[in-house]
């Protein structure tokens, strides 16, 4: 099927509507700067979808988040939702696990099995984290109304708000006495190990290389269910990290040949109007709701990676 | 429909129009002028072209920002 107005971009060799491009940012911008994700479990199968090959989805798809995240990011310092000594911190390992990420990419490539294995991953890994966010923010939500009905509408204000199931774990996680501790005011974590930090960004480079964008889906979890940063910060803070961390992504990617800076481009027209839209609509929901709204978009990823997977063909 | 979703929404749509425009018009010329540079360019300076990508979309970042920020602040009268 030839896609509507069809254009061609010949560093890909892709033949894609510009208006298929525009209106995927537009909309992946408004959950980036709603979500504080890169929106690449949409933005990567939207590319797939359309017939790029797995790697060059996940190399453009990353150049796209760069210039996304520039904006939404901004937005979200000017609203007071980003804590640059954890954003800075997080960079480092975030670079590394991107490279990682990056060269196993490579390898599946020289192996010629990068779109299967890729597909195969990425439905597991959005499945999973759709599963986990449903289960845990529900049940923040019902312990909240449970606490609500017990102080008698006593609690009150942001923090209030935004708790998860999982203080027990990010308590632990910040008494690892583990040499350099440092203290994040803004994120009001008293002290944690540099090396909790390195570590969670590590895994989210990791993924952010291997299955393209900045892998704000698993970031952003962890660093409120596991450093314990509230969510609206985890946000804002996921996409000032991100803007460093993809454009090493990018550039990454794109001396391995797996860029189309053309596709990202105009994929980016759509998406800078988007994230200013999602960023304002954050003031409006608390954190867990913020959280289980973002269930159903890891699926909308899955849905769109199984249905190219099993048919072969193109949306 | 309240008067203030009314109005919001109204200026949201006149947002959207104008910025459409811009857009068409200045991703063709993209299109138009960097397309052939880009490939060339993609093919024989690998590392000058993933140099010259993330400029591109770093600057197109910061225009599109101002723009947007602009727009809004046009038609709604005040600062978001």
Redesign the interface.
Known sequence: MTPLLAMHFPISGTDISPIYLVVTGFLIGILGGFFGVGGSFIAGPALRAIGMHWNFAVGTDLAHIVGKSVVAAKRHRALGNVDLRLGLIMAAGTILGAECGAQLIQYLKRQGNVDFVVSIVSIVIYSSISLFMVWESSRTVRSQKKNRAKTDGAQKGRHAKDESSFAGLTKAMQRIPLWPVVSLPTSGVKAISVWVIIIVSFIGGLFSGFLGGGAGYIRMPMMVYILGIPTHLAVGTDLFEIIISASYGTFSHAIKGNVDILVALVMHTGAAIGAQIGAILTQYFAGPKIRLLFVPLPLVGVAIVTYTLITGHKL | MKPETRRTLVSFLI??VV?TIG?VV??FL??HF???W??HL?KEN??L??????T???G???I??W???FL?RLLRGRS?
């Open positions: 947002e959207l910025y857009i200045y991703f993209v299109l960097l397309a052939d880009l490939e993609s690998i590392k072209y993933a140099i010259v990508a993330i591109l979309i770093l197109q970042a910061v599109l920002e723009v947007t920020t809004f978001e």
